[in-house]
Nanobody, 119 residues
Framework: QVQLVESGGGLVQPGGSLRLSCAAS????????MAWYRQAPAKERELVAV???????EYADSVKGRFTISRNVPVNTLTLQMSGLKAEDTAVYYC?????????????WGKGTLVIVSS
């Protein structure tokens, strides 16, 4: 079974930086993509950034140029480097992993780490 454990959340001032990490354990065979999602209070969970199996990355428009997603394959960790943080980035950030092939994907979630951007 896949287990995802996020870390690195906390309180940061506007304009500051934060680095989130996700440690993945269990089978790493057949990983299709890994991603970061976030859910702000009273809002739906949204995709922040994703890295595909081939290394291709995609970002939400709201974080482009400020956030960088990366994956360390040998140790199976996922990182989200966040800079230029804004109050609207405040949310619980979740690590996500999809295993399998399109049409036959299994999705796993971490429990999340809270990021608060406030002065």
């Amino acid at each position: 079974q896949v287990q995802l454990v996020e870390s690195g959340g906390g309180l940061v001032q506007p304009g500051g930086s934060l680095r989130l990490s996700c440690a993945a354990s269990g089978s790493t065979y057949g990983i299709y993509a890994m991603a970061w999602y976030r859910q702000a209070p009273a809002k739906e969970r949204e995709l922040v950034a994703v890295v595909q199996r081939d290394g291709a990355t995609e970002y939400a428009d709201s974080v482009k140029g400020r956030f960088t997603i990366s994956r360390n394959v040998p140790v199976n960790t996922l990182t989200l480097q966040m800079s230029g943080l804004k109050a609207e980035d405040t949310a619980v950030y979740y690590c996500n992993e999809q295993v399998g092939t399109p049409g036959h994907l299994m999705t796993y979630w971490g429990k999340g780490t809270l990021v608060i951007v406030s002065s």
